[in-house]
């Protein structure tokens, strides 16, 4: 199947989806496609987050990553205008690099950042995606998600970036269980050598995370000796004064 052919026929598997959650075999028929044809695509489109299976019967539907791209433009926008006067305090509160990231499927998207005076600076990863489990950004989002949605993330392979990459799925979970008490994540050296980050969660009201801010520096230098709790605090405190923010002007 040539790449072309292949993407036409993940856009009729989701256009089939969009309708109502199908099976298989239903999902073959609806869409005149072989059987093996849309259980590979389907296969690919899960990992991705496109999709999502409904229940053990194996129907599937559209996925939070589809969901999330289709409001993406918008949503980002909005946010970046809130968000960027946060980062650029966290910058000059904390002396590193500040960003912000929204989920994209199983990842997380960068999509704004605020940099530092310091004369030695981490990469701008603007535009960049990253691996939930790997990130601050995408930890605190996990920590929020509906059981059933991290339990899905869970079953998927995970993948080390580097030696201290977290990948075992129970591990994961006591992990994710103080982050939600705690409101913030570090990550020493997880997925990048070298690099550092802290990362809290915007939630709505209903607890959802809409995105994350973080804070991240070269890991000889970030955090500060002793200075964990106190950067961590700025940034969970930061991430709070922006849900309201946000909140606030939803009901306007």
């Known amino acids: 199947m040539s790449g ?16 109502q959650p199908m099976g298989v075999t239903q999902l073959a028929e609806s869409a005149d496609l072989p059987k093996s044809t849309v259980a590979r695509l389907l296969k690919t489109l899960e990992m991705e987050g496109a999709v999502e299976r409904v229940d053990e019967s194996g129907r599937y539907r559209i996925g939070p990553g589809l969901a999330t791209l ?7 926008l909005d946010l970046i205008g809130q968000v960027r006067p946060h980062l650029v305090q966290l910058a000059d509160e904390t002396g590193e690099d500040a960003g912000l990231s929204v989920p994209d499927g199983y990842k997380m998207h960068y999509i704004d950042q605020a940099d530092s005076e310091n004369a030695v600076q981490v990469r701008d990863w603007t535009g960049e995606l990253a691996p939930m489990h790997a990130v601050p950004s995408g930890l605190v989002v996990l920590a929020h998600w509906p059981e059933a949605a991290l339990e899905r993330f869970l079953r998927r392979p995970l ?17 994710l269980g103080r982050i939600r008490t705690d409101g913030h994540a570090w990550v020493f050296e997880e997925f990048a050598e070298g690099i550092n980050s802290v990362a809290a969660p915007i939630l709505d009201r209903r607890g959802r995370p809409r995105g994350a801010i973080h804070v991240h520096g070269p ?7 002793g200075e964990d709790d106190r950067v961590a605090g700025l940034v969970t405190e930061r991430a709070a004064v922006i849900a309201e923010q946000l909140a606030a002007l939803q009901t306007r």
């Not at 289709?70 to 980002?76: E, R």
């Not at 890991?219 to 000796?225: D, L, M, N």
């Open 219 to 225: 890991a000889y230098r970030f955090p500060p000796e």
């Open 70 to 76: 289709a409001g993406a433009s918008s949503t980002a």
């Open 4 to 19: 072309v052919q292949s993407i036409q026929r993940a856009f009729l598997v989701l256009q089939r989806l969009a309708s």
């Open 159 to 175: 993948d080390a970036y580097t030696p201290s990459t977290m990948t075992d799925p129970e591990q994961l979970r006591t992990r």
